[in-house]
């Protein structure tokens, strides 16, 4: 289940991700490799709970300690990685605790924006979301998971586009960024079926004209991801904190 089917080449170099930096300033330096280690932290390269090698990043990177650290100073107050007294730097668990928070935040908000969305849906808004769903379809069909991932995103965002509110989508964004990690994790064929069905569910309420199914299938959708990571995390609890 998830994305750590490649667990054993990670295991092996967990920074081979990493790619090596030539030419750069200082400045720019520092945040091309908080970029590259929010990458591979966000794509579970460097799972949580995982100690990090500073040496090991530099040498990849072909970088003095001085960026590495600033990146992951950075990162640490981006609550990504965290620094333990005399032991080093790891990245930090997954917390289920800010999961459900951020889930909350995006039920709220998302819940009463697909509400607004079935009451007072444009064509182009439907044509919009039939289209999405077909490509999702092919997706899920070919197990294309990148491209599943963006158009998951895109589903989102139409609905979020349609009732014109930038600020509830701002906001919706910051929570949906910090779910990544765990999105990763649930990003199997099974659960990219269960999403489609999902989405599928919502288009037909909206396309119904039924405020209250979209409503409600849009908490369930959000919810089971709460359930399916509870799930997850019975299995690989190393990954998790509460």
């Known amino acids: 289940m998830g994305l750590l089917n490649d667990e054993a080449s990670a295991a092996q170099d967990p920074y081979g991700a990493l790619q090596k930096l030539q030419g750069a300033e200082r400045g720019s330096l520092t945040d091309a490799v908080e970029a590259a280690l929010r990458e591979a932290i966000v794509t579970l390269a460097l799972e949580p709970g995982m100690m990090i090698d500073k040496l090991a990043v530099c040498d990849r990177m072909g970088v003095s300690r001085f960026p590495v650290s600033s990146a992951l100073a950075r990162l640490a107050g981006a609550g990504l990685v965290e620094v333990l007294p005399q032991r080093g730097t790891r990245v930090m668990p997954i917390v289920i605790h800010d999961i459900r928070q ?30 999405n769903l077909e490509k999702q379809r092919e997706a899920v069909a070919c197990d294309l998971r990148h491209e599943f991932h963006l158009l998951d ?86 990954l998790f904190e509460e």
């Open 102 to 131: 951020h889930l909350f935040i995006r039920s709220a908000l998302e819940v009463e924006t697909v509400r607004g969305v079935a009451m007072h849906c444009s064509e182009g808004t439907l044509n919009a979301l039939a289209a």
């Open 153 to 238: 995103l895109g589903f989102h965002e139409i609905l979020l586009d349609a009732i014109d509110l930038p600020r509830v989508k701002e906001i919706v964004a910051v929570s949906r960024s910090a779910l990544d990690r765990a999105r990763q994790l649930l990003a199997s064929p099974e659960r990219h079926v269960h999403t489609l069905e999902e989405h599928e569910r919502i288009f037909a309420a909206i396309e119904d004209r039924d405020p209250e199914a979209a409503g409600h299938a849009m908490h369930s959708h959000l919810d089971e991801v709460v359930a399916e990571l509870r799930r997850f995390a019975s299995e690989r609890p190393d």
